[in-house]
């Protein structure tokens, strides 16, 4: 059985990387390379898997909730990704790159029975990226 | 081919075991512990898999529709989970334990050429359960 | 300038009235009158308007989030709208009482600056109901 | 006959008035007073008025996008409200200053035979702001 | 108390005007002009208002289901607009044009007490076009 | 990691085949077998997967978007399905039918880095057609 929990967070960003020329820069992000940067309303969508038990749950919700909270959400709602977000200091915060961070904070303090199976977000309507998780957090 | 079909269904629960004390209860379930109940408006995803026939389909609407309808839909909607549903008594009625259901009255009358292949519940537009179908009735 | 700000609940009502038989009640409310009841997600839009003050808002969003909360989200999330709500006692739990309650609710203890002007409430994706608010309470 | 035409947006803004203290700052506008600013996915929805002219249209659609894009989007689109907006210069980037900035930039250059009749920009699922067309652009 | 209810309906179209040459009907209508038609998902939004009965209701559900059911989506549902609708013959099928037609298709056979207020069809999420229902049938 | 992309058409069609008689076609489509043909909006979400590139990202958006423009959408959009579309002569445009076409048309010209992984369109809310794409053209 899988549960599929959806959290929402608000950041900014700006897609820039120092390996390239500002001309390079702006024909490969184009407008998310604005100097100042721009933002959205990201959706997380958590996914866990693992049998039912006996009072009829993949997981009780409120140990998974405590733990996007803690770990992500307190982390990156409300924040400039490419200022406030120690883990992505060096690389583009491109919501791939986000999702892996994501993906990081989880596992590494993963202390639920059920395993982490998916891990999505949506950037706008249009883009959504998905990972399966894996690793040794889960 | 996979063809995903939505339906939608109304209905009443509490979550309550006997198998804890009332203050186990209220930790573990929380609100969903109220002892009147509650409800959702529950979104139903049926997902089917085949091959595509000579008219251009994986599987005809018309029969996939009254199974659904006659064997899930008058017996959940708008009716309430623990005092309506005889497949549910003496388990607690968590949106698992509901997907549990709903497969087992699908596949115990399925007889549509394309295979059952997965089944989704969401209780909210925060919580999606899922599971793979299986077993004899596919 | 008006500021619509969105919340949600989970409930469960029976619509049922001693006034009718029960052949007439099942005529006029259909499957909403099952004996056990049903439930429903719904979305309640509450609607303030004013001027926008020096501080660029038409109202802060703390003591709306505070009042509502407090005034109506307690009293009716994971409920029984025919048992839990004294409010509704003696009237039919239909969405339409249902917004007459929670304007009543609001008006009484209405402490903001801004006024309140539409109160709009969805049972279901199908069914909205909306009222211009009005009273001494605004 | 009215025409509501939705367009999006992108755009970060942090929240903070010189006018008030560090403290006041925070407990006013909460997260989004955090230093480095955050972003949202705006929904814009442009209502336009009039009769049906005999080509069965209140308005052609191709001149209504080409003045939301020139005089709107390409100014708000992917861009820091606090820094690339010279109308917001001085006024903190709510999303109520940000639907006064708004209507001024279409009433200014309002060339349309119906009239601008409402303007709507949604920042979440959550706020919806909402202020009637009014003054001499219209 | 105004109840909104939502309605579905697919049709197809084609916009095209015998008054304007080739050249100006491309230029007017755009895409929407392509000779053998394309086609929509319709959402219709039926509000209705008046007083609360005495049974908790601004309108029973069934009459109202019937009478949209009956005079518009029986004739509009799996159309062609263009061939299918003699109400449309001799005028373009815009969705302007459509309003003023199930407009007309409804107070022509409005026998419910509340009256009918507005009326609203999205044509896609993009457009949504809105009339103050009006005149005698109402 | 996986990039999901919407994109969005409209297009109108009739279910018809020679191969049976009127009565069965009508049996076997319903409604959408009527003479004149309807339309919908459907909904495209193209998902390509591959390693995250040392810019950040799975695939460029701009290469993917105009593929998917110059293959699909131009010869889709706002197309009648039954007479606009030479690939799907011959066979009837049921959307499991215009899946499969949109697979041959994306992988016949596939020229990016990261693999198509699925192709998934919706006809309606109600009805989503998915497919694991395969094939040399990946």
Redesign the interface.
Known sequence: ??????Y?F????R?H?P??SEEENYL?Y???N?P??????YVLDITVEGP?D?????A???PLDELVQERVLARL????L???VPELAG????T??L??IVHRMLVEHWNLKPRLARLRISE????????EASGDGQ
Do not use: I, W
Not at 54 to 58: A, F, K, P, S, T
Not at 91 to 94: A, I, L, N
């Open positions: 059985m899988r549960l599929t929990r959806r929402r608000s950041a900014s960003h897609l990387t390996a390239l490969l184009g407008k998310c604005n100042y940067g721009h933002g959205h309303n039912v006996r009072h009829g749950q993949v009780p919700r409120a709602d409300h924040r400039n490419n200022e406030d690389s583009v915060p491109t791939e790159n999702a892996s706008t309507d249009r883009n959504t990226f998905e990972m």
